[in-house]
Each structure stands twice: as structure tokens, then as C-alpha cells.
């Protein structure tokens, strides 16, 4: 393995890690569809950190991106809590806050490469080209800023593990029991926000999308552990990314469709062959059921 396929390989599977554990907790409390929001909005944080700065710095835009990801979740509170329906308000703030971004790309951004298809797709194929030196370590500005969201992802998670899941099964007896339900959210909010933005240079907002979504819901048909879907979860992220990239260099394909699609076949083989949840354990689960009802 060359220097080269291992960056694209670690920078892959962070985000598959990173959006593998917020997924989980994503697809629980149904908000699967507001990382698709978050994923696409944070284009406008982008181009706007690029417009008042000046500069490409990675950081300046992970501010700028991260701080649209955090409001683009609040707008989408703010509609729903004056009545319009929880889909309807995030498909208005998406789309609404997507445009004004794609808008400010063609007028004042067409020289530099923030472009709409390198928002859709990524382009981790040039990750390793841009290495920053920390601590005597040459890694790229990827790995650095995933690492980072990662273990601040992971210690929130840790930190506030029990508040999570009460506040996620049962909201009503968190509330009940003096929790702060609206600080959780908006803190799953800043979590996701912040985890859509680092892995959005690398990959894209396809793969990240489908990272956030597809591991969540691959592990929520094989577990009802709670603890036992962030490993799942995570795991499944590195094997779509890992797969994911071979199958692209085997076919010469796009890296970030191929891993994104990778995650969708997970998913395919679980809600076919899961244990429980399964097509084929449904089958047979009604299966034995008729049968009974015949012999009684």
C-alpha cells in the first residue's frame, strides 16, 4: 500500500467512523433527513467564510461552514415549533439556504475550486496533496481536522451517554426528570453540523449523507443495543469506505460514489438477511405464524 492509498484510506474511514457514531443517534430520533440539510447548506457557510476572508484556509471555511450548519438546524427548530411540519421545514431551509450558496459560487467564486460538483461529489483523490506539519507529524489537513471532530464527538458522547439515550427513547421522561431535552438536540445539532462540515471537503455531500445515514440504519437491523449500534455503526462506515475505494480503483469510477454506494449495499444485505429485522426472518416469522393458526 502507497503513502498515497493510505491517506485516502484513513481519510475515508475517519469519516466513515465520525459519521457512523452521529448517524446512530441521527436515525433514532428521525432526523436522518436534517444531516441531508446540514450537508448541503454548509455550502453557503463555505463560500461565505471565502468571500470575507479571501482565502481557501480549510479552518477559516470549517468556522464558516460550521456556524451555517448550526443555524441552518435552529431555523428548521424555529418553523416547526411556529407549525409548519417537520419535513416541510427542513426541505424550505435546505433548499433556501443550498440556492443562496450555489447563487454566491457562480457570481463571485467561478476561478477557484469551490465548485458545485466538487460540493456534491468531494474530490478525497486530492486529500493528500495538502499536509499540514502538527507535532513533527506531515499528515493531510483532513486527517488533522477529522481526528479532531472525532475524539470531540466521541468525549460529548461519552460525557452525556446516558442523557443521549433517555432523551432519545423517551423524551417525555427526560423532560419529566429535569434533563435539558432542547440543549441535547441542539448539541446533536453542533455534533452533526461540525461532523458534516469536516468530512464534507473530503468527500462531498453525497458520501456524507449517505456516511450519516446508511451505517445508522444498517446497524439499527442487526442490534437493539444501544452502545452495540455506535460499534456497528462505525464499522460498517470503514467497510464502505474501505470496499468503496477498491471497487473505484478497480472500475475507475468516482471514490466517493462508489463508497457512498458501498454503504448502500450494507444496508441491502441487512434489510435482507438481518436476524430479526430481515426480509427473510419477517418471511419466516409469518410463516410459523400461519402455521400455527392452521394447527390450532
Request: with cysteine.
Amino acid at each position: 500500500m502507497t503513502d498515497y492509498t493510505f491517506w485516502i484510506l484513513l481519510t475515508a474511514s475517519l469519516v466513515g467512523i465520525t459519521c457512523g457514531i452521529i448517524g446512530v443517534l441521527l436515525i433514532l430520533r428521525k432526523l436522518a433527513m436534517v444531516s441531508d440539510a446540514i450537508s448541503h447548506t454548509v455550502l453557503l457557510g463555505i463560500i461565505s467564510a471565502f468571500l470575507i476572508t479571501q482565502s481557501l484556509d480549510g479552518w477559516t471555511m470549517f468556522i464558516g461552514a460550521a456556524i451555517v450548519g448550526v443555524l441552518t438546524t435552529v431555523f428548521i427548530q424555529m418553523l416547526n415549533s411556529a407549525g409548519v411540519q417537520s419535513d416541510a421545514s427542513i426541505g424550505i431551509v435546505f433548499t433556501f439556504l443550498f440556492a443562496i450558496g450555489v447563487i454566491l459560487v457562480s457570481m463571485f467564486a467561478r476561478n477557484v475550486h469551490i465548485d458545485v460538483e466538487h460540493t456534491i461529489m468531494g474530490e478525497i483523490a486530492f486529500i493528500p496533496w495538502e499536509t499540514v506539519n502538527w507535532f513533527g507529524i506531515e499528515a493531510p489537513q483532513a486527517v488533522w481536522m477529522l481526528s479532531i471532530v472525532l475524539v470531540i464527538d466521541v468525549i460529548l458522547l461519552l460525557f452525556f451517554y446516558k442523557e443521549f439515550k433517555l432523551s432519545t427513547f423517551d423524551p417525555e421522561l427526560a423532560a419529566a426528570l429535569g434533563l435539558p431535552v432542547g440543549l441535547l438536540h441542539y448539541l446533536l445539532m453542533g455534533m452533526t453540523s461540525i461532523t458534516a462540515v469536516a468530512s464534507f471537503d473530503a468527500v462531498g455531500a453525497i458520501l456524507v449523507v449517505a456516511m450519516l445515514i446508511a451505517p445508522g440504519a444498517t446497524a439499527y437491523l442487526l442490534t437493539e443495543r444501544f452502545s452495540m449500534m455506535f460499534v456497528l455503526s462505525a464499522t460498517f462506515g470503514v467497510i464502505a469506505a474501505i470496499s468503496g475505494y477498491y471497487m473505484a480503483a478497480w472500475l475507475n469510477a468516482s471514490i466517493a460514489g462508489m463508497m457512498a454506494t458501498m454503504a448502500g449495499v450494507l444496508f441491502l444485505l441487512a434489510f435482507i438477511f438481518s436476524p430479526t429485522h430481515g426480509m427473510i426472518a419477517k418471511a419466516l416469522s409469518q410463516k410459523h405464524i400461519r402455521t400455527f393458526d392452521a394447527d390450532t
